[in-house]
């Protein structure tokens, strides 16, 4: 939930609005922030033309509220007919627009005063384009209850899952272990929620795992022990939308936040990979584990050929490109079983479980081979590069020692020519 998904093929932003200047910077703004495209309609008129040919798919429109054909929101109504959720801009704000909004089920509305807000807009944006990868579950014995907040999630893009008690829910956290937010109420039959919330806590820490308790108003004493037990927020019954979203949000970035702390410790900033450190922290359990049960385990490292020219040549961007693509290539190329590394500057390490000499053999022709195959475009150029791998299945004494193994046949594949791989029983 940390990094931005890609967006799905044609997935876009659409963002109505008469004035061009603000729909243009809202654009660069949502690229920015959320790497996301956008396309633009001035007018009611425009909009419903845009909707019609079925051109586009988008997971969020943002809409002016006053445009010339659109006096009265239709704008909003037209958008909110083809199930997109809205974002709404308004010039000015009172009470009534509000009421109007609520009814209208929009994600909600903003101020277009300042490029502060503009921000904001494109901040929500990305919310709502993550959204789809955020799992909450919703707990609650009343059908109806429960069907509120699912709409009111769902109106965001999550992802919800329902259960009616405390029971059901831990029932659905063991057989799901995707869910980050839990959104509980406190008076249920066979589990409660202050219960539910308890033995939450004994498996999922809050940093890893967001709690809401639901109260009802005038029960402090309650909301209080909601949290003492582990619940990271509370929203008292009934509860104002705009604040139920702010809270979901806050909670669901919270955890984010947390994630993305974690991952930038073990990860590589350039290609995502696991960085050499957490490779070899990894590594040293697979290699126990290996030696103690006597599966195979496969060494590999892998080195991009000549890279050195490539950055002399095109600049140090287009090698920071080379060594994202080929990172890529690598990480499609292998099983989630498996582990991937960057060793350090061009060089990667991947350890490969259960694999016996002629599986291994395989897989390094099919990595060098997809290296080799698939262009690289950087501004205008399509470079190719290739790459020289060694391996070997060779337990030895430590995971180091591996290592140092599979790269005196990297070095081997180097003096062979490159664009190859060598296999230490080939060298021996
Ligand atoms: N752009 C970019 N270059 C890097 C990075 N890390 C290391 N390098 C460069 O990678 C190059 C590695 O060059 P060499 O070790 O001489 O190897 P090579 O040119 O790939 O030649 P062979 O390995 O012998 O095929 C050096 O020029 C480093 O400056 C990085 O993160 N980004």
Redo the contacts with the bound molecule.
């Keep these: 939930m940390s990094t931005d998904p890609p967006p799905a093929e044609g997935e876009r932003v659409l963002l109505v609005d008469d004035s061009q200047a603000i729909s243009r910077l809202l654009r660069a703004r949502c690229q920015e922030l959320a790497g996301v495209e956008s396309e633009m309609a001035g007018s009611l008129a425009e909009t419903r033309a845009l909707l019609a040919s079925g051109a586009r798919r988008f997971f969020v429109a943002v809409v002016d509220l006053n445009l010339p054909d659109s006096r009265e929101g239709e704008a909003i109504d037209l958008v909110r007919a083809h199930d997109i959720p809205v974002i709404v801009l308004t010039a000015h704000y009172d009470e009534a627009i509000r009421a109007r909004m609520l009814t209208k089920e929009v994600v909600d509305y903003l101020l277009k005063s300042s490029l502060h807000e503009i921000d904001h807009v494109a901040t929500l944006v990305r919310r709502i384009h993550r959204n789809r990868d955020v799992k909450v579950l919703v707990v609650d014995d009343s059908g109806s209850f429960r069907a509120y907040l699912v709409r009111l999630l769902e109106l965001h893009r999550l992802q919800v899952i329902e259960a009616a008690n405390g029971r059901e829910a831990l029932a659905v956290m063991q057989s799901d272990p995707g869910v980050d937010l839990v959104i509980t109420d406190y008076n249920m039959p066979e589990m409660d929620g202050l219960a539910l919330i308890g033995a939450l806590r004994q498996r999922h820490p809050r940093s890893e795992l967001a709690i809401i308790g639901l109260s009802e108003h005038g029960t402090q004493a309650l909301s209080a022990r909601l949290l003492k037990n582990g619940a990271n927020d509370c929203i008292a019954k009934p509860f104002l939308v705009e604040e139920f979203y702010c809270r979901v949000i806050q909670n669901i970035e919270q955890i984010e936040l947390v994630r993305t702390i974690r991952d930038s410790a073990v990860r590589d900033y350039?290609t995502g990979l696991y960085n050499r450190r957490h490779f070899f922290e990894t590594g040293e359990t697979l290699y126990a584990g290996a030696k103690r049960r006597q599966i195979t385990l496969a060494a590999v490292m892998l080195?991009?050929?000549?890279?050195?020219?490539?950055?002399?040549t095109y600049g140090?961007?287009?090698?920071?490109r080379?060594?994202k693509q080929v990172a890529s290539l690598l990480a499609c190329g292998v099983r989630q079983a498996d582990l991937l590394g960057r060793y350090?500057?061009?060089e990667f390490c991947i350890l490969l479980t259960g694999i016996d000499q002629s599986s291994l053999a395989m897989t390094l022709e099919r990595l060098r081979s997809t290296v080799a195959s698939t262009p690289i475009e950087h501004e205008d150029q399509s470079l190719s590069v290739t790459i020289?791998l060694g391996a070997t299945l060779a337990l030895g004494d430590s995971l180091q020692a591996m290592i140092n193994r599979a790269d005196a046949c990297l070095y081997h594949a180097?003096q062979g020519g490159?664009n190859r791989f060598v296999i230490d029983d080939s060298v021996e």
């Excluded at 140090?316 to 920071?320: C, E, I, K, S, T």
Aim: net charge negative; no cysteine.
């Design positions: 350039l080195d991009i050929d000549h890279f050195k020219r490539v950055n002399d140090h961007l287009a090698g920071d080379v060594i350090g500057g061009e020289s180097k490159r």
